[in-house]
């Protein structure tokens, strides 16, 4: 669709992100309306995104080569075909830093966050529910919404649970994030307490969104 868009434009093209900066990435066209409704002049519905998180941003001119943003392309993708890569790790020299001095607008420290505060859990997925219904608890006088894993059980009747997808599938995981962060706002929760995955794959942009969406700096 976005070739076919570009052949028929007949003209160079800008392609910004459809979403207001900082704020949880759209992953559908109906999301897009929630952000930019009366903004735009149309938007070209081509169904849901196929990956869920946005694209790995990864700077070439270093050595070795670093990614700015982990995304839809791993780094175990990336290695065996352009050779040695590293994740950009946050110094603490960031903090005031003007969103246009960034080296890539995914470093910031608070980015692609729901409107509710994250609770992050993290452990065996054995030990989710637990540790989810724990995290719940925490939150008295909250409405607190779950990104609940297929394999783990409802911890607790007080909350509003989203059927996040399979543990063992990252990237069901990863196209279900965005979506269901937004369904949990919309639900109007206060509080999301969400699981991180193990940081294999596309799991580790799935965590370096949440921790992100989870920082309150």
């Known amino acids: 669709m976005a070739l076919e868009l570009i052949r028929r434009a007949g003209v160079p093209l800008a392609a910004p992100s459809a979403n207001t900066f900082g704020r949880t990435s759209p992953t559908t066209a109906a999301h897009v309306l929630v952000d930019l409704e009366s903004r735009i002049d149309a938007v070209l519905d081509a169904g849901a995104t196929g990956f869920g998180v946005e694209s790995t ?7 070795p080569m670093v990614i700015y943003r982990p995304g839809a392309l791993a780094a175990e ?12 790790k946050y ?8 969103r246009e001095a960034m080296p890539s607008p ?10 509710a505060r994250l609770a992050l859990v993290e452990g065996p997925v054995q030990e989710l529910e637990q540790l989810m219904a724990e995290a719940a608890k925490n939150c008295p006088g909250e409405r607190v919404g779950l ?11 007080g909350t ?9 599938n990252p990237e069901e995981l990863a196209s279900e994030l965005y979506a269901g ?6 639900q109007g929760c206060t509080v999301i307490v969400c699981p991180l995955p ?3 794959g596309i799991g580790a942009a799935i965590r370096d969104r949440l921790q992100k969406a989870a920082n309150r700096d």
């Open 147 to 157: 990104m609940l894993p297929a394999e783990v059980p409802w911890p607790s009747e």
């Open 91 to 98: 110094d603490g020299e960031l903090k005031g830093t003007p």
């Open 198 to 200: 193990p940081p294999e």
């Open 77 to 88: 993708v990336i290695c065996p075909i352009a050779g040695a890569v590293e994740v950009f």
């Open 57 to 63: 941003v990864l700077d070439p001119c270093q050595t």
């Open 160 to 168: 509003i649970p989203h059927l996040w997808g399979h543990w063992t």
């Open 181 to 186: 962060l937004r369904a949990l706002d919309a």
């Open 106 to 115: 995914g470093v910031g420290l608070r980015h692609y966050a729901p409107g």
